[in-house]
């Protein structure tokens, strides 16, 4: 459904910091940097990081949440360690969450910008 999505941030070199710690960990990478903005994927770019004046506000009751996929459970527990390193906070622990699935293996954290993000798998141990 979605072809790819953007997000706006104060500052790009933070982000870049935050995005290609927390994305390496899923096997993600930045393909494409310029001074107005980052793009994220493995083939094609699916994730854009932009610099903006006025970023989207830091608001827990907005519903904005980005779910990243993740290859295998460890892979969700370096994004949640990376993130924790670079300036993220923790929204919740990687673990299952029986409440989502019987399988459901995820990690929510807010980015320096105070996007919610998750990283999700679905593989078993």
């Known amino acids: 459904m979605l072809n790819h999505i953007s997000i706006g941030v104060v500052s790009l070199p933070r982000s870049k910091a935050f995005y290609d710690a927390t994305l390496s960990a899923?096997?993600?990478?930045?393909?494409?940097?310029?001074?107005?903005?980052?793009g994220y994927g493995v083939k094609a770019i699916e994730f854009w990081v932009l610099r903006a004046e006025k970023p989207?506000?830091?608001?827990?009751?907005?519903?904005?949440?980005i779910c990243f996929t993740a290859a295998t459970r460890e892979?969700?527990?370096?994004?949640?360690?990376?993130?924790?390193?670079?300036?993220?906070h923790d929204n919740g622990k990687a673990g299952l969450r029986p409440d989502y699935g019987s399988n459901y293996y995820a990690s929510f954290l807010k980015e320096p910008d105070g996007y919610r993000i998750e990283a999700y798998c679905s593989a078993g141990a």
Do not use: I, M
């Open 26 to 38: 899923l096997g993600y990478r930045c393909l494409s940097e310029d001074d107005s903005a980052l």
């Open 56 to 65: 989207v506000p830091d608001e827990s009751t907005s519903g904005l949440h």
């Open 75 to 88: 892979c969700v527990d370096r994004f949640h360690a990376a993130g924790l390193s670079l300036g993220g």
